[in-house]
């Protein structure tokens, strides 16, 4: 594979922008690489700066659901760029994409837009702490929910792929609020509860797990959190950033019947624009500036180009039949991977969630953070590197999920587990 323009650029970016890239997990450390510069994309395709071609199951980290350019969004956008980018004034627009989230999300009856993952559950951690008067946040090893001070403890993602274990610069005084406990472990949580309970602000978690690899909740995890949430007047706090419009039209909440206090979304709901949001029961979102004491603000955001491509997407997520035709593509995906690492005599442990799917080197179930880093990380190096010479673009780390689209069609499916299975027989 060629990569002499990618490296030129790279040598040139690590000298202008922080290890040459704008978020650390793409600059591919540990795969033991330099990034790709990617020059443009379409539909399922990725297309670099040296001319190779790669299926994608990355979607920009989460958002792209139909692929790349999809013409729907694509005019959409374009509609509204004639009319202006910001007028910082609200617009039709928001009420639009505020429409869209609240009539598929059962819990969310209110919702405020910001512009990315990261400021959504900041957000909504400050909301519930405003809301309950209290401080302590409680979370899981391994969930990530960007990069506030108060979630850089035991977090998944970049901070797992770099081994970061938590972060310089953020004061202790912040995060000695934050208890990070096992996903899935309901018993620690319980504990806690019972010890400090009434200091409890919120619980935040991944309903289904996706930057440690992806990770399932075991039956009854998130209703028990559910209940002690209740028991304790707590705020319970859904991080679906990654598994909202992902996992099922609904979201995760959607899949497990369990309502969360306030919801967290991002990624799909930006049509690849930078968005996001948080939501929940009017009584606690009455709680936001203007209306109520807890501030939070921002000056691009439901801005009109980044709620149209909301729009434009949501809309065709809504259509009859997507949802299941989405994740017959996953489950025929994780079925082929899973003969193609028993044909290659390797162990593999795969799992899906609607379009999400994780793939893990080892031969036991991973059901938290410790599991996942349990697994063999050489095969997966050297796995990844396998896929990528054969035109199939992965997450460049073991602690990410994949993505398909609704794009990508059988034959591109097909030629993905062949790949694996050559993959997996050379590692
Ligand atoms: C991606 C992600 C975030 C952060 O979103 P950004 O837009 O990158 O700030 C937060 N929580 C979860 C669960 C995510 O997957």
């Avoid at 994608?56 to 792209?64: A, E, L, R, T, V």
């Avoid at 979630?151 to 953020?170: N, R």
């Avoid at 934050?178 to 935040?204: L, Q």
């Avoid at 069609?409 to 993905?416: R, S």
């Amino acid at each position: 594979m060629k990569q002499e323009k990618s490296n030129l650029l790279y040598k040139e970016a690590i000298e202008r922008i922080p290890g040459g890239v704008n978020s650390p997990v793409r600059a591919c450390k540990s795969v033991n690489r330099n990034p790709l510069f990617i020059k443009k994309a379409d539909g399922a395709y990725l297309f670099d700066e040296d001319g190779n071609r790669f299926i994608d199951y990355i979607g920009s980290w989460g958002p792209m659901i139909l692929g790349h350019r999809d013409p729907d969004v694509i005019s959409a956008i374009t509609s509204v760029l004639e009319k202006g980018t910001s007028f910082g004034a609200p617009t039709n627009l928001e009420i639009k994409l505020a429409n869209l989230i609240i009539d598929v999300i059962d819990s969310v009856e209110m919702v405020r837009m910001v512009n990315s993952g990261t400021e959504a559950a900041m957000s909504a951690v400050r909301l519930a702490r405003g809301y309950t008067g209290r401080d302590i946040i409680i979370k899981f090893d391994g969930c990530y929910h960007g990069h506030a001070d108060t979630f850089l403890v035991e977090a998944g993602s970049g901070v797992a792929t770099l081994s970061i274990p938590g972060s310089p610069g953020v004061p202790k005084s912040v995060i000695e609020h934050t208890i990070s406990v096992p996903y899935n472990d309901i018993d620690a949580v319980r504990k806690i509860m019972k010890e400090k309970g009434s200091m409890v602000a919120a619980i935040i978690v991944e309903p289904v797990a996706g930057n440690m690899g992806m990770v399932l909740p075991e039956k009854d995890f998130l209703v028990k959190l559910k209940e002690l949430t209740l028991a304790n007047g707590s705020v319970l706090i859904f991080d679906e950033v990654m598994t909202g419009f992902r996992v099922a039209h609904g979201g995760a909440q959607s899949v497990y019947g369990v309502d969360p206090d306030i919801t967290c979304l991002g990624k799909i709901i930006g049509g690849g624009l930078p968005v996001g949001a948080y939501g929940g029961k009017k009584e606690i979102m009455r709680y936001i500036a203007p209306e109520g004491p807890v501030y939070q603000a921002g000056t691009l955001s439901g801005n009109p180009v980044a709620m149209a491509a909301g729009i434009a997407t949501l809309t065709k997520l809504g259509e009859p039949g997507f949802y299941d035709a989405l994740s017959e593509k996953a489950n025929y995906l994780a079925k082929g991977l899973k003969l193609a690492a028993k044909n290659a005599g390797v162990n593999v442990k795969v799992y899906t969630a609607g379009s999400m799917l994780g793939l893990f080197f080892t031969d036991k179930e991973v059901k938290n953070f410790d599991d996942a880093k349990k697994c063999n990380s050489d095969m997966f190096v050297k796995y990844y590197t396998n896929m990528l010479e054969r035109g199939i673009y992965l997450a460049p780390s073991a602690f990410e999920a994949l993505f398909v689209s609704s794009v990508h069609g059988k034959e591109l499916l097909d030629k993905t587990i062949e790949a694996a299975e050559e993959s997996m027989k050379e590692i």
